[in-house]
T-cell receptor
Framework: AQSVTQPDIHITVSEGASLELRCNYSYGATPYLFWYVQSPGQGLQLLLK??????LVQGIKGFEAEFKRSQSSFNLRKPSVHWSDAAEYFC?????????????FGTGTRLTVIP | DAGVIQSPRHEVTEMGQEVTLRCKPI?????LFWYRQTMMRGLELLIY????????DSGMPEDRFSAKMPNASFSTLKIQPSEPRDSAVYFC???????????FGPGTRLTVT
């Protein structure tokens, strides 16, 4: 069965510092992997996705993520965090079920950015 | 593209009343998902449709919840009767089969008093 684990519930970083959010997945086949961001009071916005090919994927807002099959991980990184990055981040694994693209979400990591 | 449209954005109602949430998916998308988000339970998938047909409603919490998709451009989620524990943010998302990612609407914040 598909599942996603985000081990960090809450992370605090200083503005300008680097960031890494962890994500581990469980899936029997080659996974489709996603990171979404949710700002307060907003819906979920897609940051980046991995389907195949280069294991380092670039996303919007300066984010990147690296797929590591051996570790079943898809960690999100940003070299220098901005105050506007404060939000909740969700990792998800995708599976096509009955023709529809299902997503299985982790429980999210809340990012706080301090000046 | 206007994205996924949900209405209303906020709904406050009294216990026992009927509540109807509405969603217009992105034009051309053929799958639609309803989610519920709460602090306690996080993001839960309630039901999803493919080509207007309900595929899996195992996430619908009770018979008080029902969802319809009468055509490719409109879906409703109805709660009747509503209860305070239904208070949450309800999201609709749509996707095109094979594309992978889902596109989320802004959500409807429901408060049942």
């Amino acid at each position: 069965a598909q599942s996603v684990t985000q081990p960090d519930i809450h992370i605090t970083v200083s503005e300008g510092a680097s960031l890494e959010l962890r994500c581990n997945y469980s899936y029997g086949a080659t996974p489709y992997l996603f990171w979404y961001v949710q700002s307060p009071g907003q819906g979920l916005q897609l940051l980046l996705k991995y389907f195949s090919g280069d294991t380092l994927v670039q996303g919007i807002k300066g984010f990147e993520a690296e797929f590591k099959r051996s570790q079943s991980s898809f960690n999100l990184r940003k070299p220098s965090v901005h105050w506007s990055d404060a939000a909740e981040y969700f990792c998800a694994v995708g599976a096509t079920i009955a023709g529809a693209n299902n997503l299985f979400f982790g429980t999210g990591t809340r990012l706080t950015v301090i000046p | 593209d206007a994205g996924v449209i949900q209405s209303p954005r906020h709904e406050v109602t009294e216990m026992g009343q009927e509540v109807t949430l509405r969603c217009k998916p992105i034009s051309g998308h053929n799958s639609l998902f309803w989610y519920r988000q709460t602090m306690m339970r996080g993001l839960e998938l309630l039901i999803y449709f493919n080509n207007n047909v309900p595929i899996d409603d195992s996430g619908m919490p009770e018979d008080r919840f029902s969802a319809k998709m009468p055509n490719a451009s409109f879906s409703t989620l109805k709660i009747q009767p509503s209860e305070p524990r239904d208070s949450a943010v309800y999201f609709c998302a749509s996707t095109l089969s094979g594309s992978g990612e889902q596109y989320f609407g802004p959500g409807t914040r429901l408060t049942v008093t």
